[in-house]
Nanobody, 116 residues
Framework: QVQLVESGGGLVQPGGSLRLSCRASASIYNTLAMAWYRRAPGKDGELVAALPNRSDTSYPDSVKGRFTIARDDAENTVYLQMDNLKPEDTAVYFC??????????WGQGTQVTVTA
């Protein structure tokens, strides 16, 4: 079974930046789709970035222009670059990859806290 290991979360001031990484234990070359989600305390989970295929990306209005999803097949890693962070971005962030062989696989989550 493939595993996803996330890193890069932490504490940052408003206006700051973080880059989350999600490294897979197997090749991501033939994956079907990739995405990042977040879950804040007391709130439902939210999709914050998606790579439905190799050429398209999608973002909700809440993060559009501030977050960027990208993949590096050589590193078997998907990234989430987060700029101009706001307190409302505070949440646990999860990566999700849809593999042809293993279906939906989730990372363990990484905490992002934005506070002055």
């Amino acid at each position: 079974q493939v595993q996803l290991v996330e890193s890069g979360g932490g504490l940052v001031q408003p206006g700051g930046s973080l880059r989350l990484s999600c490294r897979a234990s197997a090749s991501i070359y033939n994956t079907l789709a990739m995405a990042w989600y977040r879950r804040a305390p007391g709130k439902d989970g939210e999709l914050v970035a998606a790579l439905p295929n190799r050429s398209d990306t999608s973002y909700p209005d809440s993060v559009k222009g501030r977050f960027t999803i990208a993949r590096d097949d050589a590193e078997n890693t998907v990234y989430l670059q987060m700029d101009n962070l706001k307190p409302e971005d505070t949440a646990v962030y999860f990566c999700n990859i849809k593999f042809q062989n293993w279906g939906d696989v989730w990372g363990q989550g990484t905490q992002v806290t934005v506070t002055a």
